[in-house]
């Protein structure tokens, strides 16, 4: 049976983790979730499946994408123990950053979780949004 990977949306405030600090480490540890949905989007991502990495807050862009790697471990900034993380490797770079205001304009993205869940900072992208977001980018 073929495995069907899944899409994301990753939100970092680039002033403390930046796409380029993603690739700059070759493999990063998405910790510091604690919004349950959030969390458990994370815990429904495999190895292989894929993400935006939108920097929030500053720039409010999608600017790359990036793979998961390793999935289900504890969190190691949660002294509780009960939120859990994955690690991410970068893929690529967009050729162009699809800003949010430009998300917000275009009716085939209305329905994104982005917008309609703004606050989530991991979310679900369907594979028609992802397909729209890659051709709006140059690929």
Request: hydrophobic share 40%; net charge neutral.
């Amino acid at each position: 049976m073929t495995k069907i990977n899944k899409h994301w949306l990753m939100k970092s405030e680039p002033d403390a983790y930046s796409y380029d600090d993603l690739v700059a480490q070759g493999e990063g540890t998405w910790d510091g979730v604690r919004n349950h949905r959030a969390a458990n989007n994370m815990r429904a991502m495999q190895v292989g499946d894929l993400a935006f990495f939108y920097h929030s807050n500053i720039g409010l862009e999608i600017v790359g994408i990036m793979e998961v790697s390793a999935t289900g471990f504890p969190d190691p900034s949660d002294e509780t123990g009960r939120w859990a993380c994955v690690k991410v490797k970068p893929v690529r770079k967009l050729k162009r950053p699809i800003s949010l205001k430009q998300i917000k304009a275009d009716p085939a993205l209305a329905e994104m979780e982005l917008l309609r869940l703004s606050r989530l900072s991991v979310s679900v992208v369907t594979p028609q949004e992802w397909d729209y977001i890659l051709a709006l980018s140059g690929g």
